[in-house]
C-alpha cells in the first residue's frame, strides 16, 4: 500500500511539472471521493422526499435575493440577512423525521458493498401500461357496486417513498382481482391507501397526509379528504371509491372531480401515463446502453 501511495505521488509530481497542475496527493483523492458519495447520498435522500419541493421554493427565494442584490434593494438584503439563521432552523425542526430516516438507512447499508456495486435497473420502473389502467378501472367499477370503500394512489414523477414505508410492503402485479381484494371490508389490508408504481402494487394500508382546505364538502369522510391531501403534496393521481354511495372519484392536482365514470378515468390515467418523465442525462444514457445491448442480443440470436 505504501508503494502505492509513493507511485501516485510520484506521478502527480511529474504530471505538475509537465502540464502545469496543482500538486494533488492520494489523501486530496480520497477526500473528493467522500465528499462525491456524501454529496450524492444526500441528492438521492432530497429526491425521495418532500424536501426536493422544499429545495425548488428555496432556489426561487434565492433568484429574487440575488435580483434585489443586483439592483441593490437594501430591505429586501437586510431581512434575507436577518433570517437565514432561523430558516436552517426550521428546515432542521421540519424535516427532523426525513433526515432521521436517512441516517439510519445510511447506517444499516454495507458502504462497501455500495461503492462499487452498479445497478443499471434501478430506477427503470416506467409508466403504467394499458393492461394496468384497464384493470383499475375494472376493479373500481367492481368495488363500487357492493360498495367497498378504496383509496388508490398511482404515483407519477415525485416519488412517494415516505407514505409508502407507513404501509406493508406488497410489491406484486397490479390486477383487478389483487386490488378487490386488498380492499375486501374486515380484511387486514383494507383499511388506508394503496400505493401504485408502474404496474406494481407497491404498498397497502398507507397512511396519507389529510387535505386542510375548507372548499371540501363537509359530507366527505376520510378517504377524499386523504385523497386531496396527497395530490396538494405530490404529481400523483388518486382514486376513491365512496363506502357509502360506491361512486368514483379522483383527486389530482389539489382538485377532487366527483363521481366519474369509466370513460373519465380512463381519461385521466392515460393523461399521466403519457405525460413525459424528466429524467436526468444519466439516466438516459442508461437506458441507451441498455437498448443497444437488447439490441446486439437480438441479432446474435
Not at 15 to 20: C, D, G, I, T, V
Not at 142 to 157: P, S
Request: with cysteine; hydrophobic share 45%; aromatic share 8%.
Amino acid at each position: 500500500m505504501q508503494n502505492l501511495a509513493a507511485a501516485l505521488d510520484t506521478f502527480w509530481e511529474k504530471a505538475s511539472m509537465y502540464m502545469n497542475l496543482p500538486k494533488i496527493t492520494l489523501t486530496d483523492v480520497v477526500e473528493i471521493f467522500i465528499i462525491t458519495f456524501l454529496f450524492y447520498y444526500m441528492l438521492v435522500w432530497i429526491k425521495n422526499t418532500r424536501a426536493w419541493m422544499l429545495l425548488r421554493g428555496l432556489l426561487v427565494i434565492l433568484v429574487f435575493v440575488g435580483v434585489a442584490a443586483v439592483f441593490q434593494m437594501n430591505t429586501i438584503i437586510w431581512i434575507a440577512k436577518n433570517t437565514l439563521s432561523v430558516a436552517i432552523i426550521a428546515i432542521v425542526v421540519i424535516f427532523q423525521p426525513e433526515m432521521r430516516k436517512a441516517l439510519e438507512n445510511l447506517g444499516r447499508k454495507n458502504i462497501i458493498l455500495s461503492l462499487f456495486s452498479v445497478d443499471f435497473s434501478k430506477g427503470e420502473m416506467g409508466k403504467f401500461s394499458d393492461k394496468t389502467i384497464n384493470e383499475m378501472v375494472k376493479a373500481c367499477y367492481e368495488m363500487g357496486k357492493v360498495k367497498t370503500g378504496a383509496l388508490i394512489v398511482v404515483e407519477d414523477e415525485i416519488v412517494l417513498s415516505e407514505y409508502e414505508r407507513t404501509g406493508i410492503a406488497i410489491d406484486g402485479i397490479l390486477t383487478s382481482q389483487l386490488l378487490i381484494n386488498i380492499f375486501e371490508k374486515n380484511t387486514p389490508l383494507h383499511d388506508g391507501a394503496v400505493i401504485v408504481r408502474g404496474d406494481r402494487v407497491v404498498s397497502a394500508t398507507c397512511y396519507l397526509p389529510l387535505t386542510d382546505s375548507l372548499t371540501i364538502s363537509k359530507d366527505l369522510g376520510t378517504r377524499h379528504r386523504a385523497a386531496v391531501g396527497i395530490s396538494e403534496v405530490s404529481d400523483s393521481l388518486t382514486i376513491v371509491v365512496s363506502e357509502e354511495n360506491g361512486k368514483v372519484s379522483i383527486a389530482l392536482g389539489g382538485e377532487l372531480y366527483r363521481n366519474v365514470d369509466a370513460e373519465f378515468l380512463k381519461n385521466k390515467l392515460a393523461y399521466i401515463q403519457r405525460r413525459e418523465k424528466k429524467i436526468s442525462r444519466i439516466e438516459a444514457w442508461k437506458r441507451r446502453l441498455k437498448d443497444v445491448k437488447e439490441t446486439r442480443q437480438k441479432s446474435d440470436s
